[in-house]
């Protein structure tokens, strides 16, 4: 059975399979949707991307995909070491722009469970890092929307000075400026 435990919101869930272990070495489950909807998720992922950045302090985020195509995302890391973060972008919600962040890496097996109205962002610890994302919702371009790392209205304490961006990042307007619409 999955354990199941907050990040900071009730809707954000750390999700920790249980680890099978023998002389051979170790199995762990890293999707079930039987125990999922054991535990109140009922979500059709659609698209599993696995994203590899080769240098440590990589960021990638504050990403986000707009309605009427908004993503869930189940995200852990299966090399290296990751921040992972996640900030509510959702105007009409009491927690609006606070943001929490956890761990991700292949030796806590932590899995990051991010519904609809959040934005997500992850920083590298390590060369040479896998994440895997699982997607409720097929990529689209015209939805796709980034926030600026840095955006002082959300003041994420990323603890970094000079992050390796995309030019996508580094192009990502505030969140006064952006057309975010969760």
């Known amino acids: 059975m999955i354990k199941v435990s907050?990040?900071?919101?009730?809707?954000?869930?750390?999700?920790?399979?249980?680890?099978s272990k023998?002389?051979?070495?170790?199995?762990?489950?890293?999707?079930s949707k039987r125990e999922l909807n054991e535990i109140g998720i009922d979500i059709n992922f659609v698209e599993e991307v696995l994203y590899c950045p080769q240098q440590k302090n990589t960021l990638y985020g504050i990403h986000f995909q707009n309605h009427p195509k908004a993503q869930t995302k189940l995200v852990y890391c299966t090399k290296?070491?990751?921040?992972?973060?996640?900030?509510d972008l959702r105007k009409s919600s009491d927690t609006y722009k606070r943001w929490v962040c956890v761990e991700l890496s292949p030796?806590?097996?932590?899995?990051?469970?991010?519904?609809?109205?959040?934005?997500?962002?992850?920083?590298?610890?390590?060369?040479?890092?896998?994440?895997?994302?699982?997607?409720?919702?097929?990529?689209?371009?015209?939805?796709?929307?980034?926030?600026?790392?840095?955006?002082?209205?959300?003041?994420?304490k990323f603890d970094i000075v000079n992050p390796i961006l995309s030019q996508q990042d580094k192009d990502a307007p505030s969140l006064k400026e952006s057309d975010c619409n969760l």
């Open 107 to 156: 030796a806590n097996r932590k899995q990051v469970y991010i519904p609809v109205g959040f934005g997500h962002a992850a920083l590298t610890l390590e060369n040479d890092t896998n994440i895997v994302f699982k997607i409720s919702e097929y990529f689209d371009s015209s939805l796709s929307k980034t926030v600026k790392f840095d955006d002082v209205d959300l003041n994420i």
């Open 22 to 31: 023998d002389n051979r070495g170790i199995s762990v489950r890293t999707f």
């Open 6 to 19: 907050h990040l900071g919101f009730e809707e954000i869930l750390i999700l920790e399979y249980p680890v």
């Open 80 to 87: 290296g070491r990751i921040l992972d973060f996640v900030v």
